[in-house]
């Protein structure tokens, strides 16, 4: 099979019909093998219904129920665990994102051989207002320094195409949708590409992303995702080492102080008392801080060591 489209939606009746009918029409035009799988995140409007409805007479339609709303990375990741095609295409639901996109994107995979290509809203709907956009180009600027990809504009656009292999062997969790393509780099498929989409306003409905709590856990995500990709194997070689240093630097500080003190009495110089001396509290303060970055570091260790993940690693060929 040539493509899955992997579609996760929430209450998104009104868009759906008119969405399937659309990549209908383009796989067909194109004769590319398909399967759409929507994945129904929790809706509690007909959406569900809608997609039976279509799966009906269509064998190319295939649906995935939540029983709740569990987010847009859950229900990207069982439409992969259920995806066959070469190459996957996930898009939203909304109709923000034009279907009319695939054969080229198809064509990046394939051809050029990416790993994974994105798309880049690069003239946004009208429709999204100032509060939306800002944030966003701060967010993708960040999240461009920290995953060291730097020719992506757009990490969080919903339109984005798989090789096969990539969709298999990383694993989206949370709310960790917004940075697939480091999560993709992370797992050693680095030939990441962007292509600029067309992006409507949304016809039906309302933006199910709202306010800004999500960029605070957006951020928060990408802090994780940064420190999983250099530390989470050996959380010892950051904590151990910060709290060693911190240690070695209020031992030496106490020390010092310790010493000055004994040298003041030994000649009979009057001298403060060591308790009465702020140095004091500083260095005891940092050898106690150390000692904690130290022991967060060896636990952190046990944790790694016994968590089930600890020896899986990348494999791309054995022969
Ligand atoms: N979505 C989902 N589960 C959720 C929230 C959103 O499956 O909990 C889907 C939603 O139906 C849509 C896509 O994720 O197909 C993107 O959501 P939306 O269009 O609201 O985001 P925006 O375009 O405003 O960033
Ligand atoms: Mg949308």
């Known amino acids: 099979m040539d493509i899955s489209v992997v579609i996760p939606l929430y209450n998104e009746e009104e868009s759906i019909p008119e969405l399937y009918n659309w990549i209908k029409r383009v796989m067909n035009d194109n004769n ?11 809706s509690t409007d007909r959406s569900w219904e809608i997609i039976e409805g279509l799966a009906k007479d269509d064998h190319h339609v295939h649906g995935i129920k939540f029983r709740r709303n569990y987010g847009k990375s859950p229900a990207l990741y069982c439409g992969f665990e259920k995806a066959q095609g070469d190459v996957v295409i996930t898009m939203d639901a909304d109709l923000q994102d034009s ?18 290509v994105s798309g880049y809203k690069q003239n946004r709907s ?4 100032l509060s939306k956009t800002i944030p966003t180009k701060l967010f993708n600027a960040t999240a ?20 096969s ?3 298999k062997n990383i694993e989206v969790y949370g709310e960790m949708h917004r940075y697939m393509p480091y999560l993709a780099k992370n797992a050693g498929f680095d030939k990441i590409a962007e292509k600029p989409v067309h992006h409507q306003a949304r016809k039906f409905g309302k933006s199910k992303f ?3 709590n999500r960029f605070v856990n957006g951020y928060l995500d990408l802090i994780t995702l ?3 990709s250099s530390f989470g194997r050996k959380p010892m070689h950051v904590f151990g080492f910060l709290g060693s240093l911190m240690f070695f630097i209020g031992f030496i500080a106490a020390a010092v102080i310790g010493a000055q ?15 009465d001396m702020p140095y004091f509290y500083i260095s005891l303060t940092m050898m106690i801080i150390g000692t904690q970055l130290f022991l967060a570091g060896f636990v952190a260790d046990l944790v790694s060591r016994s968590s089930q993940g600890r020896n899986e690693y990348q494999i791309e060929k054995t022969i």
């Open 226 to 228: 940064w420190f999983l």
């Open 32 to 42: 590319f093998t398909y399967e759409v799988i929507f994945v129904n995140d929790g």
């Open 144 to 163: 461009r320094k920290v995953s060291g990809i730097k020719n992506l504009h757009d990490f969080n656009c919903g339109l984005k195409a798989y090789r």
């Open 99 to 116: 279907p009319d996109e695939i054969p080229e994107l198809y064509r990046m995979i394939v051809e050029d051989g990416n790993d994974l």
């Open 210 to 212: 709202m306010g800004w």
């Open 126 to 129: 009208q429709g999204d207002p």
């Open 261 to 275: 003190k004994l040298w003041a009495v030994s000649h009979g110089i009057p001298a403060r008392l060591v308790t």
């Open 165 to 167: 292999d990539v969709v």
